[in-house]
C-alpha cells in the first residue's frame, strides 16, 4: 500500500483531482486497500481539495477511516478538527479511530 501510495503522489498535484474522483466512487464501492492507498498519497500531497472527501472516508471505523482521518488532520483545515470532535464524541467509534482523532486535535492544538 504505501508504495502505491507514493507512486500516486510521485505525479504531485496533477493527480489529486483523478484521486478525488477514485476515491468518491471508491466510496460506493468499498475497496479498503485502494481507499487506504488514496488516502495515504493525498496525505504526502497535502492538498486542501481533499479535504471533504477524506472527512466522508473518515466516517469508517475500519483502516481506510483511520488513513483518512490522520491525512485529513496534515491539512489543518477546519473540517478535519470538526470530523474529529464529532469522532470523539460517538461512544460507538472503535478505539483506533477515536486515537487517532484525538492525535489530530492535538496536533491542530485543540
Known amino acids: 500500500m504505501v508504495r502505491r501510495a507514493e507512486l500516486l503522489a510521485g505525479y504531485q498535484e496533477d493527480v489529486v483531482p483523478r484521486l478525488l474522483e477514485i476515491l468518491a466512487k471508491s466510496l460506493e464501492y468499498g475497496d479498503g486497500a485502494q ?54 464524541a460517538d461512544p460507538g467509534r472503535g478505539p483506533l479511530v477515536r486515537e487517532v482523532a484525538a492525535a489530530v486535535l492535538a496536533q491542530a492544538g485543540r
Open 35 to 88: 481507499l487506504q492507498a488514496i488516502a495515504l498519497a493525498l496525505d504526502y500531497l497535502r492538498d486542501r481539495r481533499a479535504a471533504r472527501p477524506l472527512a466522508e472516508l473518515a466516517r469508517d471505523d475500519g483502516d481506510q477511516g483511520v488513513q483518512a482521518l490522520a491525512a485529513l488532520g496534515s491539512l489543518g483545515e477546519p473540517v478535519g478538527e470538526e470530523t474529529a470532535r464529532a469522532i470523539l
